[in-house]
T-cell receptor, first 108, second 114 residues
């Protein structure tokens, strides 16, 4: 079993829809990260959180430490949000443990 | 702007060649990492380093080595490239873990071994 599980693996949405991507983990963590990877390959950090909720523009990330679960929400989705979204946790040695990613496609 | 820079975006190498992938960061970070990313497998850790001249094996070190002679530079070496090393390679850096720390990624190197 993977230490970090994401769902769904693929997601297609219409522009304007509310989107949720889920992440569950089975290890002790100091932080959870949401990353975005566009087709060019580079990865950008969207959020790093260890409790509660963070918001940046149309993106919201929540984490429930007791349930070992996090969600990434995108409100009023737009085609430019199309990307792979990756959940990762900071392991005990400081390295990141990654989920396999969720490929989001937002259609106009 | 903080930066992690990988020397090449795209590389094509022949089987058996020795390949160097270079990564440079300008944030004075102690931690540096090399990952490879493959469809259906996600990102997997190859090697990481906590300081100059220090290195630790990740989950899939076979066929790779690394070098960290200077704090800002972390090199991944494919001693004898093989076709199963065709992949996207990503470098990352972070400050030492105190509580939690954000990782910064390079733009990736897409390596094709023919």
């Amino acid at each position: 079993k993977n230490e970090v599980e994401q769902s769904p693996q693929n997601l297609t949405a219409q522009e304007g829809e509310f989107i949720t991507i889920n992440c569950s983990y089975s290890v002790g963590i100091s932080a959870l990260h949401w990353l975005q990877q566009h087709p060019g390959g580079g990865i950008v950090s969207l959020f790093m959180l260890s409790s509660g909720k963070k918001k940046h523009g149309r993106l919201i990330a929540t984490i429930n430490i007791q349930e070992k679960h996090s969600s990434l929400h995108i409100t009023a989705s737009h085609p430019r949000d199309s990307a792979v979204y990756i959940c990762a946790v900071t392991g005990s040695q400081g390295n990141l443990i990654f989920g396999k990613g969720t490929k989001l496609s937002v259609k106009p | 702007d903080v930066k992690v820079t990988q020397s090449s975006r795209y590389l094509v190498k022949r089987t058996g060649e020795k390949v160097f992938l270079e990564c440079v960061q300008d944030m004075d970070h102690e931690n540096m990492f090399w990952y490879r990313q493959d469809p259906g497998l996600g990102l997997r850790l190859i090697y990481f380093s906590y300081d100059v001249k220090m290195k630790e094996k990740g989950d899939i070190p076979e066929g790779y080595s690394v070098s960290r002679e200077k704090k800002e530079r972390f090199s991944l070496i494919l001693e004898s490239a093989s076709t199963n090393q065709t992949s996207m390679y990503l470098c990352a850096s972070s400050a030492p873990v105190v509580g939690y720390t954000e990782a910064f990624f390079g733009q990736g190197t897409r390596l094709t071994v023919v």
